[in-house]
């Protein structure tokens, strides 16, 4: 089973700290995602990366940057944690090939409070 | 501009009844659509799937139809129980662009009462 896991389940962070979200996933998968989910928003894609060391913008990247230095772990960095980034986050990962196309595996979420 | 749509935030339906969930694209390039369910404080797990080339796929309760002239799909859970009380997004991709990148709608929250 793939496992997608991501380093803290609950988080609060004041308005101006650099904060970091991890990711890991255990089945070599190229692709790694990371979203937020907002009520009324759905899922959100921040940022996306297909192999290590790459990286593209989704479709809310403003405030966040990313980081893929090894091909199992995508880190998630807010440079200065604002109230509006208040939300969970999710990573997900995605294999190459196999069925069904473009599933992806989600992690556990994290629920970031930023006050 | 929404490429794929939800139109309705929740359902709610009597244990035992049908539930149709609802997705509407408006990208004819689509090829490939999801279905994920999320319970509250969990991520999404996969639920479904359905190519371009069928318009029914059926996985036990679940069933996905896909009217492709419509851009319409649907999701019919029977018999619904109260344990499938989740928010279900449907997610279209574009294999062969994009990297196949899902684009998820916003969600449907269904409740199902006992």
């Known amino acids: 089973d793939v496992k997608v896991t991501q380093s803290s389940r609950y988080l609060v962070k004041r308005t101006g700290e650099k904060v970091f979200l991890e990711c890991v996933q255990d089945?070599?998968?190229?692709?790694m995602f990371w979203y937020r989910q907002d009520p009324g928003l759905g899922l959100r894609l921040i940022y996306f990366s297909y192999d290590v060391k790459m990286k593209e913008k989704g479709d809310i990247p403003e405030g966040y940057s990313v980081s893929r230095e090894k091909k199992e772990r995508f880190s998630l960095i807010l440079e200065s944690a604002s109230t509006n980034q208040t939300s969970m986050y999710l990573c997900a990962s995605r294999g190459l090939g196999g069925l069904p196309y473009n599933e992806q595996f989600f992690g556990p979420g994290t629920r970031l409070t930023v006050l | 501009d929404q490429q794929v749509k939800q139109n309705s935030p929740s359902l709610s339906v009597q244990e035992g009844r049908i539930s149709i969930l609802n997705c509407d694209y408006t990208n004819s390039m689509f090829d490939y659509f999801l279905w994920y369910k999320k319970y509250p404080a969990e991520g999404p797990t996969f639920l479904i799937s359905i190519s371009s080339i069928k318009d029914k796929n059926e996985d036990g309760r679940f069933t996905v139809f896909l009217n492709k002239s419509a851009k319409h799909l649907s999701l019919h859970i029977v018999p619904s129980q109260p344990g499938d009380s989740a928010v279900y997004f449907c997610a279209a991709s574009n294999y062969g662009g994009s990297q196949g990148n899902l684009i998820f709608g916003k969600g449907t929250k269904l409740s199902v009462k006992p």
């Open positions: 089945m070599d998968h190229e692709n």
